[in-house]
T-cell receptor, first 110, second 112 residues
Framework: DGGITQSPKYLFRKEGQNVTLSCEQN?????MYWYRQDPGQGLRLIYY???????QKGDIAEGYSVSREKKESFPLTVTSAQKNPTAFYLC?????????FGQGTRLTVV | RKEVEQDPGPFNVPEGATVAFNCTYS??????FFWYRQDCRKEPKLLMS???SGNEDGRFTAQLNRASQYISLLIRDSKLSDSATYLC?????????????FGKGTHLIIQP
């Protein structure tokens, strides 16, 4: 079955560490997105990519980086420059009339 | 940026009642429309797609009004398990940052 997979589900980061969240899809979707959600808040766009080897900053890109070397994969790195990284991170992909979400990664700084 | 607006609620509704909420969108070229349900600390899950002709799935009815640029969700005979946040999701044909756009969600609480 086609779908979008995020991993890990839970992630703990020490202060000053970089961590990478994985997002893989086998839906042949061109567009992929990363969002951050804080408790009681809506989804905020971090980065998006419309095609392989191209990506653009969203509303809250500072302290994050991404790559899109393959159509299927859009990993997000939370760098040490992100001062408040504890949040729920959601990956999504879309094409024309469908959108799919990953299961989410809950990142906690310890 | 293209906007999608929802009343955040919370909507406090007694079990068995009917509840309806709307979502407005600003991009007249928006292509596809959906209602997603998000439970606390979980990812959004597709509830139903929304079409101009309206569509119904059991107790849920969704409607698209392109002239007024809004979509609606009606829940009949509400159950305790319907308590969740309902997200309006819009796919825009232009792509880019607005390719996939969300409302902030409407929080629904069904009370016994």
């Amino acid at each position: 079955d086609g779908g979008i997979t995020q991993s890990p589900k839970y992630l703990f980061r020490k202060e000053g560490q970089n961590v990478t969240l994985s997002c893989e899809q086998n839906l042949n979707h061109d567009a992929m997105y990363w969002y951050r959600q804080d408790p009681g808040q809506g989804l905020r766009l971090i980065y998006y990519s419309q095609i392989v080897n191209d990506f653009q900053k969203g509303d809250i890109a500072e302290g994050y980086s991404v790559s899109r070397e393959k159509k299927e994969s859009f990993p997000l790195t939370v760098t040490s420059a992100q001062k408040n990284p504890t949040a729920f991170y959601l990956c999504a992909s879309s094409k024309n009339t469908e959108a799919f979400f990953g299961q989410g990664t809950r990142l906690t700084v310890v | 940026r293209k906007e999608v607006e929802q009343d955040p609620g919370p909507f406090n509704v007694p079990e068995g009642a009917t509840v309806a909420f709307n979502c407005t969108y600003s991009n007249s070229a928006s292509q596809s429309f959906f209602w997603y349900r998000q439970d606390c600390r979980k990812e959004p899950k597709l509830l139903m797609s929304v079409y101009s002709s309206g569509n119904e799935d059991g107790r849920f009815t969704a409607q698209l009004n392109r002239a007024s640029q809004y979509i609606s969700l009606l829940i009949r005979d509400s159950k305790l398990s319907d308590s969740a946040t309902y997200l309006c999701v819009v796919i825009n044909s232009g792509g880019g940052a607005d390719g996939l756009t969300f409302g902030k969600g409407t929080h629904l609480i069904i009370q016994p």
